[in-house]
């Protein structure tokens, strides 16, 4: 016998609209937790790349400066799929929980025509703050980082090709005429 059901086999348990909404909202709560948390270990993983990056721009090895840019660049990629796989599950999420709405609560529904530019209960978004939602916030400092690096990239790997010297301290006429 599985002890693990809660109701006898037959039998269908009943849970009230309530409970599912509040359930909703927990799920909502855990996409949004998940979908930050994610974005925000790319964007320290980056951060800490283009700093390291630029640190040897300079002075560094060049393939050590283009292979680091490369990194960076190809980390974009996983940045964004996985941002965007989670912000699906929690635009999923949204949906369930607005199938409860209006019976208990326009929480959702009210944040969304805010979102829409509605005034809600004498509050009114503006239209850039409408416009810069937070997924187009993300694509912003994704697409920062990936021409922030393509650049790097780009003239580390034109000076490769040319052979052109590594920027390397000159040294003074002073020291030179010593």
Known sequence: MNTDRPAIEGQVQTVNVSEKYSFALDLIQYEIQRLWTIFGIFLLA???L?????QVFGNGPKGLVFAGALVGLLLVIPWWTTFENTRFFYLLRLKQAKEFEPTVGSFLTEGQALADGKEVRGIRMSR???FMRPQRSGWFLMILFAVSFFVIA???GLEIVRGAPS???QSSPVALAA
């Open 128 to 130: 850039f703050f409408r």
């Open 50 to 54: 283009l700093g390291a990056v630029f």
């Open 154 to 156: 780009l003239l580390k």
């Open 46 to 48: 980056e951060t800490v």
């Open 167 to 169: 920027c390397q301290p």
